[in-house]
T-cell receptor
Framework: SQKIEQNSEALNIQEGKTATLTCNYT??????LQWYRQDPGRGPVFLLL???NEKEKRKERLKVTFDTTLKQSLFHITASQPADSATYLC???????????WGAGTKLIIKP | DAEITQSPRHKITETGRQVTLACHQT?????MFWYRQDLGHGLRLIHY???????NKGEVSDGYSVSRSNTEDLPLTLESAASSQTSVYFC????????????FGEGSRLTVL
């Protein structure tokens, strides 16, 4: 079966450290992968997009990698801050119908 | 500033009632989407539209309908609400590009008693 998985357990990180979130998928052939941030009671907000032919993408303290052989994307936040605490969602765009398939999200908690 | 707004933000209704959730965007985007979000699940696509008079079923469309009479609005209707439709509903839009980011509304929390 096709599925996309993110760590269901909350990730607790000390302020200043690098937080790494994982997005794994099976049986998909994605064209690209997006990462979003969602705060409680709010809608998701787009952060980064990485295409299937890109290995790495950076934006300020954020870095995303995409390994189509491992079928995995890693999302890194360097020099993490309490304000980075949120749920982070990954989404794959399928080449078959150009629809987005979403992971359930990982809750990140940055402790001062 | 352009934005996407949903109303109502919170609604409680009874089983069997018809409910309509409104979505209005001022981005002038052709693509609009309705998702539902439940604990432990990723966002699941209900219906989507690529332009005026265009509507398409998503992964979980049963019991829901949409209409697109103009670019700005995509109302979501639950014809006969069921307890299984208790959820948080998000409307989103994007530019025509298939690679474009989605812009989300703040969500509508619906409780069906």
């Amino acid at each position: 079966s096709q599925k996309i998985e993110q760590n269901s357990e909350a990730l607790n990180i000390q302020e200043g450290k690098t937080a790494t979130l994982t997005c794994n998928y099976t049986n998909y052939s994605p064209a690209y992968l997006q990462w979003y941030r969602q705060d409680p009671g709010r809608g998701p907000v787009f952060l980064l997009l990485i295409r299937e032919n890109e290995k790495e993408k950076r934006k300020e303290r954020l870095k995303v990698t995409f390994d189509t052989t491992l079928k995995q994307s890693l999302f890194h936040i360097t020099a993490s801050q309490p304000a980075d605490s949120a749920t982070y969602l990954c989404a794959l765009l399928l080449t078959s119908n150009y629809q987005l398939i979403w992971g359930a999200g990982t809750k990140l908690i940055i402790k001062p | 500033d352009a934005e996407i707004t949903q109303s109502p933000r919170h609604k409680i209704t009874e089983t069997g009632r018809q409910v309509t959730l409104a979505c209005h965007q001022t981005w002038n985007h052709n693509n609009m989407f309705w998702y539902r979000q439940d604990l432990g699940h990723g966002l699941r696509l209900i219906h989507y539209s690529y332009g005026v008079q265009d509507t398409n079923k998503g992964e979980v469309s049963d019991g829901y309908s949409v209409s697109r009479s103009n670019t700005e609005d995509l109302p979501l209707t639950l014809e006969s609400a069921a307890s299984s439709q208790t959820s948080v509903y998000f409307c989103a839009s994007r530019l025509d590009s298939n690679t474009g980011e989605l812009f989300f509304g703040e969500g509508s929390r619906l409780t069906v008693l």
